[in-house]
């Protein structure tokens, strides 16, 4: 049975509107009844699908009036009609579901608002669970409606009707998710902070990029720097991917550079012939004996550079003609970096370019979860030849000369520029991890070396991603940490944190400070002796000042005991018990000053997995703080699985905060002037300028059912402050808005 609403047009004028599936035909039923139910006339008329096409089509031509009053007539229909307003559309990765997010909008009267989900057939889909939030109400043109959030879990690929209905007698609302809809509400809804790495638009930039350096000339791009040496070991090179290769080195604008082609392949005559007819100067063909592996076969090139620096590029792939221009000028303006790298994308068997990665600055602890460097790494020639590559990490050699590195120098630079192409072949990396897979276990042993160099008390391990690996950090010592809660009122919210947090947590050494706010309920301070009677590890203090978010904080962490402080909101809920171990065993090294925890929404997706800045590209735009990856499935590893890897950022979010006592007594705390938001986007931003890393960490799993205890920052008063402090952020720190955010990149935008 498909849902049927009537409009009525114009004098004995109506309408039905039903969503048209996949079945042959729709049947209408219409009957006539009486004041007391009495069916006094009943007709029945079947329409096929074909039919229906035909019709609309006539009626355009025929009735175009009423044609277009009929088109989307829900949409523009308020009284007594209920609406699906989508947000976000996204494919789980691994998964055979869609998420799909969005706001009913209801009349005020209208209760028992639902969620249900059609086949193609028209059947009732008896599995379908949405998530549906509690109601808000809002104004409309001056009339009171309310809104209400809604996630729902659609199969992939099939056609589906999602249907909001009430019980008051409101016309229902459905939205139709057939194949072109689906490819409509992707475009249109999509939250990936990365979307110009969509095939087609990627295929765009990269065609406007090369349109634009063909009128280029080199000699606007000559001047005095640096000699780079080109490093590329070859093992049977097909000979139609080294002349590419070798023509994207040519082709540089800038033309400072020598090229080592490394040939441990004699054997292979057709290569042998091809390097034979090289008559370049700059070109250094080296033919060994015999394959020495990658590493040997790299270092004989290393030896032979005679370069300021030594680049190193694989035999298949292909330069950007701006890559070395973009290393020199990185190098006349910064004499002191000792590496410098590039964002890539990947070249496909068809030519095309593909899949852009866009990379973060220097992140020691995202490197210590997978070589996310890789290309086009140039490293200054006295650590390229004291460092050389160790074979015996060979399938890693990469990512084990880069952790070395590191652990000399951060001074690193990164062009936040896609230089590099990487060729998919079969036998590449680039095409499937797998190809290698003794590379795996090579790069767990070159990181479990790396901490070993350090004496850092950590274990390397696998995972199930080929070349990601997750680090567990011994936690010294029985370190303290004090848990500051704000509250006021609020019980049921409060009570749930707490009991999670007694119920889920394996760490012991802990103290709850809760800090009453303002209270008006006489049911909170009961349920404060309650609880204080029930936690042993829980104080309440009180402020008696008006609320302000980062003052509120800094009290309760005068009554603090702890090593570590950990600011939590009261509207969390604990998932993984090892979410504190987690979180301190971070925070204890001396480089970090502040530790987040990944956050989820109550449907299951993300809510927080880290902050960046949003670039403005003038002072008349949009710019600042915006939560990375919200909105992806929970199991979701995002843009190259970012959202499941510990790593540097900018921020994190202060619902869920952990940071060194001293740190905190250093900085003075949270800034009082920021009474509400952006106090833990300052706080983090002023860690970082003391030369501490602020770490994301996905391991500290909690829910965040998120501002249960103050009103929206959308209206009124709340808006005139938000707006305030939004200008003090912007004041304040002005460079992040201008040059946007180091771990992000600029191609990052709004989720």
């Known amino acids: 049975m498909l849902p049927v609403e009537a409009y009525h047009i114009e004098g004995d004028k109506s309408i039905l509107v039903t969503p048209l599936l996949e079945t042959d035909s729709v049947i209408l039923i219409c009957e006539a009844v009486d004041s007391a139910g009495l069916v006094l006339e009943r007709k029945a008329k079947r329409l096929k699908r074909t039919q229906i096409k035909w019709l609309s089509r006539l009626n355009y031509k025929t009735s175009r ?4 009053k009929v088109r989307d007539i829900d949409r523009v229909t308020y009284t007594r009609q209920i609406h699906l307003n989508p947000t976000i559309y996204l494919d789980v990765p691994d998964a055979d579901s869609t998420i799909v997010k969005g706001v009913i909008c209801a009349p005020e009267n209208e209760d028992d608002i639902c969620l249900s989900l059609l086949a193609a057939d028209g059947r009732l889909v008896e599995e379908f669970e949405p998530f549906i939030g509690s109601a808000s109400s809002v104004l409309y043109e001056g009339v009171p409606r309310k809104e209400i959030a809604f996630m729902a879990r659609l199969p992939k690929s099939e056609t589906f009707c999602l249907v909001a209905s009430g019980e008051n007698g409101s016309r229902s609302a459905f939205m139709c998710f057939d194949p072109p809809s689906r490819e409509y ?5 999509d939250p990936h902070m990365y979307r110009c790495s969509a095939p087609q638009r990627w295929s765009g930039i ?20 640096v000699m780079f040496s080109i490093v590329v070991p070859l093992y049977n090179t097909p000979v139609p991917f080294l002349r590419e290769m ?27 012939k091809e390097l034979q007819q090289i008559r370049d100067s700059r070109v250094k063909v080296i033919t060994l004996d015999k394959n020495y592996g990658i590493a040997g076969n790299t270092n004989r090139g290393i030896e032979a550079a005679s370069g ?32 410098i790298y590039c964002d890539e994308d990947f070249l496909n068997e068809e030519g095309s370019f593909v899949a852009p990665h866009f990379k973060s600055d220097f992140n ?4 210590r979860c997978h070589n996310y460097i890789t290309h086009l790494l140039a490293v200054r020639a006295p650590f390229a030849k004291e460092l050389r590559l160790d074979s015996s990490f060979d399938g890693a050699q990469d990512y084990d000369f880069l952790l070395r590195l590191v652990e000399r120098t951060d001074k690193i630079a990164h062009v936040s520029k896609v230089l590099y192409h990487w060729r998919i072949s079969d036998s590449s990396t ?26 850092i008390a950590a274990r390397a391990e696998a995972t199930e991603s080929s070349c990601f690996y997750h680090t567990v950090y011994e936690v010294l010592g029985d370190p303290k940490v004090s848990v500051i809660i704000p509250n006021k009122d609020s019980v049921a919210v409060l009570d749930r944190c707490l009991n999670s947090i007694a119920d889920k947590t394996n760490y012991d050494n802990f103290e709850v400070i809760v800090v009453e706010n303002n209270s008006e309920s006489p049911e909170t301070f009961d349920y404060y002796q309650n609880a204080s009677d ?20 800094n009290f309760g962490a005068g009554f603090a005991t702890g090593d570590y402080y950990l600011l939590l909101n009261n509207d969390v809920e604990v998932i993984d018990p090892d979410w504190m171990r987690s979180m301190v065993s971070v925070c204890q090294r001396s480089d970090v000053g502040v530790v987040g925890a990944k956050l989820l929404y109550p449907d299951d997706t993300v809510q927080h997995a880290g902050v960046f800045m949003i670039t403005c590209g003038s002072v008349s735009e949009l710019g600042g703080p915006a939560h990375a990856f919200t909105h992806l499935d929970r199991n979701d590893a995002g843009y190259m699985r970012r959202a499941s890897l510990v790593q540097d950022v900018s921020i994190v979010t202060g619902a869920c905060l952990m940071t060194g006592r001293d740190v905190f007594e250093e900085l003075n705390g949270l800034d009082e002037d920021f009474v509400v938001a952006f106090n833990d986007v300052d706080y983090c931003l002023r860690v970082r300028e003391s030369g501490r890393l602020v770490v994301y960490d996905p391991d500290a799993l909690l829910y965040h059912y998120e501002s249960f205890s103050r009103g929206s920052d959308s209206n009124g008063k709340n808006a005139e402050r938000f707006i305030a402090e939004q200008g003090k952020l912007r004041a304040r720190w002005n460079k992040y808005y201008l040059g946007g955010d180091p771990y992000f990149g600029a191609y990052a935008t709004m989720p």
């Open 65 to 68: 009036g009423d044609a277009f």
């Open 185 to 189: 509400y992707a475009a249109l809804y």
């Open 206 to 225: 990269s065609d406007a990029r090369a349109r634009k350096l063909e009128s280029a000339s080199i000699e606007d791009y000559e001047f005095d720097g």
């Open 246 to 272: 070798i023509d994207s080195v040519y082709s540089q604008f800038y033309q400072k550079w020598e090229l080592l082609l490394v040939n441990s392949t004699p054997e292979n005559n057709e290569l042998t």
């Open 308 to 339: 300021d620096y030594i680049v190193f590029f694989d035999h298949d792939d292909l330069l950007d003609p701006m890559a070395l221009f973009e290393y020199a000028s990185v190098l006349r303006d910064d004499e002191d970096a000792d590496a």
């Open 364 to 367: 020691l602890d995202l490197l």
């Open 430 to 455: 680039a095409k499937s991890a797998d190809n290698k897979g003794y590379a795996d276990d090579a790069g767990r042993r070159a990181l479990q070396a790396h901490y070993n160099r350090l004496g």
């Open 534 to 553: 029930r936690f042993p590890f829980l104080r309440v203090v009180t402020w008696d000042g008006p609320f302000n978010y980062s003052a509120i904080n």
